[in-house]
């Protein structure tokens, strides 16, 4: 019989391991991977915290105190930043950390419930490099960690109906220092974007003008048809909420995302936001302008 318990939930992974595997075959990727773990684990122990799981890149923690897991955190990301070892010929491995206070149902070394599916969302919100939290768990910290904390949006979690308010916490003294201002969170559907545009050869379809979500794959249902031998029958979603567009991957092979200012972004089984303009490729990178790639932009 499990019992309920409350707990600071972290989620730490690494940014971009299937690149990371292409770029520097198996052996130098695992090498690294397998570094990044040991520094999480050795964090998150020495920060009274205990690791209940690893998959693959990725370890999911638990700690008494929002503190302790913000100590950790700032522990993973300040390492594995400066760590020479983790340097390659394409630039330095980075992990992303989310984390959410809660209660959660503890059976043996395992935790369940819907706190756990929150701290992986915020994971899935955060980029390279940064720590990602929710409101309860900032209320819980202390003044030194609150200070360290600007609201930057909010989310929708899959099974719950009120959005979540996102935290960015900074672990950088020079972040900190500069950081701007919060911006009201009740404010931010003044802001939102009013749609987003999806072209694909010659057809397009306007999201959040009444439409909410978007369907794209090659089984002919699909708002967006596209035919691929690396596509899935539904392979991904586009959904607007409140003040942003979400791409979400439900493919096997996965969603590429290349944006305007050159940043690429893989999602498989995950989630990411669109902003400002790009190209998405279904089951492999497109560029613009090619058979496959499915141009978006954001309009304001």
């Known amino acids: 019989m499990g019992r309920e318990v409350e707990v600071a939930i972290l989620f730490a992974d690494v940014v971009g391991s299937t690149q990371l595997y292409e770029q520097l075959g198996d052996a130098q990727a695992r090498e690294m991977v397998g570094r990044c773990l040991a520094i999480m684990r050795e964090?998150?122990?020495s920060c009274g915290g205990t690791v209940i799981k690893t998959m693959g890149d990725e370890v999911m923690a638990t700690f008494p105190t929002a503190d302790e897991a913000m100590n950790a955190a700032r522990?993973?990301?300040e390492q594995i930043s400066n760590a020479p070892e983790l340097a390659?010929?394409?630039g330095h491995v980075s992990i992303r950390i989310g984390c959410h206070f809660g209660p959660v149902v503890q059976e043996q070394r395992?935790?369940?419930g819907s706190a756990v599916h929150i701290a992986n969302r915020m994971t899935s919100q955060a980029k390279a490099k940064q720590i990602i939290t929710t409101l309860s768990t900032v209320e819980r910290m202390s003044p030194e960690w609150q200070s360290m904390a600007?609201?930057?949006d909010v989310a929708t979690v899959r099974g719950k109906a009120d959005e979540?308010?996102?935290f960015e916490v900074l672990w950088q003294p020079d972040e900190a220092t500069s950081m701007l201002p919060t911006v009201p969170w009740t404010k931010q559907a003044n802001r939102r974007p009013k749609r987003l545009s999806l072209r694909y050869q010659g057809k397009e379809i306007l999201v959040g003008e009444g439409r909410k979500s978007v369907t794209l794959g090659r089984a002919e249902d699909n708002d967006l048809v596209i035919k691929g031998n690396l596509i899935s029958r539904l392979h991904a979603r586009v959904e607007a909420s409140r003040d942003k567009f979400t791409l979400i991957d439900e493919s096997t092979n996965g969603t590429f995302v290349h944006t305007s200012s050159g940043e690429e972004i893989f999602v498989r089984r995950d989630s990411t936001q669109l902003t400002g303009e790009g190209v998405i490729g279904l089951g492999r990178a497109a560029r613009p302008g090619t058979p496959l790639a499915v141009h978006y932009v954001v309009e304001d």
């Open 88 to 90: 390659h010929q394409h």
């Open 110 to 112: 395992d935790i369940f």
């Open 164 to 166: 979540v308010i996102l």
């Open 150 to 152: 600007r609201q930057i």
């Open 43 to 45: 964090a998150t122990e």
């Open 75 to 77: 522990r993973m990301q």
